[in-house]
T-cell receptor, first 117, second 111 residues
Framework: DGGITQSPKYLFRKEGQNVTLSCEQNLNHDAMYWYRQDPGQGLRLIYYSQIVNDFQKGDIAEGYSVSREKKESFPLTVTSAQKNPTAFYLC????????????????FGPGTRLTVT | GESVGLHLPTLSVQEGDNSIINCAYSNSASDYFIWYKQESGKGPQFIIDIRSNMDKRQGQRVTVLLNKTVKHLSLQIAATQPGDSAVYFCAEINSWGKLQFGAGTQVVVTP
């Protein structure tokens, strides 16, 4: 089945450690996105990538890094510089970044809940 | 700044009744809107979308209404079922393709 996978579902880390969250899609989508969701709040954009080997900062990129070496993969690293890393992280993809009914809809993965203590 | 927001943080609905979830947006340049449903611990799922040249679109048990005059979007769920309990987000796509989400409305279906 086509879709987006994120692993692991739950992740625990000690403060001061970097951690990388996985996101893979087999939908042949060009654009991929990372969002952060805190309890009772909406989604905030961390980074997005419109095409392989290119990515842009979103609204809350500080303390995070990404890479897009393959079309299918868009891993997110939460660095020790991120002040409040504990959150639910969602990866999404879309056909392309250009506005349009088919291109605009984003498909979401199941999310990774990161807890840093 | 431009923003998308929801009027009600929590909506309690009796099973079988209709639900109406409201959303206000301020970016008049946005021309595409989506409603997502997010169940606890899962990623958002697409429900229905609407373009700005429409004022109404219907799906299975759901209807989205768009009022551009007052920049208001609503999602109506007919005959609400327990499985409809979730957080519902409206989102707008601006002119360069960025998706902006509102804070969400928690819908609680009671027996």
């Amino acid at each position: 089945d086509g879709g987006i996978t994120q692993s692991p579902k739950y992740l625990f880390r000690k403060e001061g450690q970097n951690v990388t969250l996985s996101c893979e899609q087999n939908l042949n989508h060009d654009a991929m996105y990372w969002y952060r969701q805190d309890p009772g709040q909406g989604l905030r954009l961390i980074y997005y990538s419109q095409i392989v080997n290119d990515f842009q900062k979103g609204d809350i990129a500080e303390g995070y890094s990404v890479s897009r070496e393959k079309k299918e993969s868009f891993p997110l690293t939460v660095t020790s510089a991120q002040k409040n890393p504990t959150a639910f992280y969602l990866c999404a993809s879309s056909i392309g970044p250009i506005v349009g009914q088919a291109q605009g809809e984003q498909y979401f993965g199941p999310g990774t809940r990161l807890t840093v203590t | 700044g431009e923003s998308v927001g929801l009027h009600l943080p929590t909506l309690s609905v009796q099973e079988g009744d209709n639900s109406i979830i409201n959303c206000a947006y301020s970016n008049s340049a946005s021309d595409y809107f989506i409603w997502y449903k997010q169940e606890s611990g899962k990623g958002p799922q697409f429900i229905i979308d609407i373009r700005s040249n429409m004022d109404k679109r219907q799906g299975q048990r759901v209807t989205v209404l768009l009022n551009k005059t007052v920049k208001h979007l609503s999602l109506q769920i007919a005959a609400t079922q327990p499985g409809d309990s979730a957080v519902y987000f409206c989102a707008e796509i601006n002119s360069w393709g960025k998706l902006q989400f509102g804070a969400g409305t928690q819908v609680v279906v009671t027996p």
